[in-house]
């Protein structure tokens, strides 16, 4: 049928008639209070989402403690409370192992082989399978490279000077590892770590990149800093978003959010590295004395800390899983990595038996 000017006139008329979509109103949280720099990876999220989603999305970002304690953004998020919460999936641990290594390794992934991972080699569908459990879609932002180490009141130089001490320390593999190395895990929040040094109720302490630990004031109440950060050898950051809110978007809305999350995560990591670096300098300039573990120390702990994956992730077929895909990952990638070093992304490391994890696993 042929229309007739006439017909297609009002056609436009009715169409423009009809009330527009309404827009769409999120609240989102995070897991960091104002005073440390990780927050600034959230704002950055929000701040371009916003921008990509005008007029058909609106979130509204509250700093860490301002809705809801941290340790209960997940809840919050998965009972729709807030529609998103950013976070470091290692904090939900305890819900299910497989978050540990959705977060960090201990001495496996940088910063790199993370991004590489969930942008080509499986690793985003892999956070959206754990996180869909809880009811939960997940989109990473944010990658920061090996944390400090740790920030202490007395000098490390070996591994035999961690005998006895008590070091607060995140993580479930962290955990294990360091008291095969003779010290003892103690876990407490990001806020609560400077009056603890302060008052002596912890020996030391490691919490995040150096930039974010300026910001956390730990020169303030150490004296001492051993590095590398072999404990957390790269970190993901990222949001939670209620399935349900997810759902009620347009495809459209939706593709904008992973374009924002994409586009934070390749900011996070030239942000952080170029803050680390303006850090490092200023912890020097402070006093801290700076230490570096030998390559033999550094090698010990590496088999050590392959030994705390493969038990980890026997121990949780959603952890081996997780893990499994990122060995895969290192394995395939490893032939060009090598064949173009020293020019190309890091090292490949002389990592866990893939064979165990693949049969814990159960492929």
């Not at 001490?165 to 095969?180: A, F, P, T, Y």
């Not at 806020?191 to 020996?203: C, K």
């Not at 809110?245 to 593709?255: F, G, I, K, N, V």
């Amino acid at each position: 049928m042929k229309l007739s000017s006439g017909m297609i006139a009002a056609a436009v008329a009715l169409v423009s008639a009809l009330p527009a979509a309404a827009e769409e109103s999120w609240t989102m949280t995070t897991v960091w209070p104002s005073s440390l720099e990780l927050i600034e990876m959230d704002r950055k999220f929000v701040e371009t989402a916003n921008v990509l989603t005008k007029g058909e999305l609106t979130i509204e970002f509250f700093d860490g403690g301002s809705l809801v304690p941290a340790g209960e953004v997940f809840g919050a998020v998965q009972s729709g409370t807030v529609q998103a919460g950013a976070d470091w999936p290692g904090y939900w641990a305890g819900r299910d192992a497989a978050f540990s290594p959705l977060a960090t390794h201990p001495s496996l992934f940088n910063a790199v082989d993370y991004v590489n991972w969930i942008q080509e080699w499986g690793g985003a569908e892999i956070y959206n399978e754990v996180y869909g459990r809880f009811g939960m879609v997940y989109l990473p932002y944010g990658v920061t490279n090996n944390e400090s180490g740790f920030r202490t009141k007395k000098k490390i130089e070996t591994t035999e000077d961690l005998q006895g001490m008590r070091l607060r320390l995140s993580g479930l593999e962290q955990g294990r590892l360091l008291e095969k190395l003779g010290g003892n895990q103690v876990s407490m929040a990001g806020g609560e770590i400077y009056q603890a040094l302060e008052r002596g109720v912890i020996d030391g302490a490691e919490f995040s990149t150096p930039n974010v630990d300026w910001s956390g004031g730990f020169q303030q109440v150490t004296t001492n800093w051993a590095t590398p950060g072999w404990h957390q050898s790269a970190s993901v950051f990222g949001v939670m978003i209620n399935k349900a809110a997810w759902d009620a978007l347009s495809p459209e809305t939706q593709a904008k959010l992973k374009i924002a999350a994409n586009a934070t995560m390749l900011w996070s990591l030239a942000f952080t590295e170029y803050r680390a670096n303006e850090a490092y300098q200023k912890f020097k300039d402070a006093g801290i004395e700076i230490t570096r573990y030998d390559d033999e120390t550094l090698a010990n702990i590496q088999n050590m800390a392959n030994e705390v994956i493969v038990e980890v992730a026997c121990e949780n077929p959603t952890s081996a899983k997780v893990y499994l895909s990122q060995l895969e990952y290192l394995d395939d990638y490893k032939n060009w990595r090598e064949a173009s070093a020293p020019f190309n992304l890091g090292r490949t490391p002389s990592g866990p038996d893939i064979e165990k994890i693949r049969e814990c696993a159960g492929n």
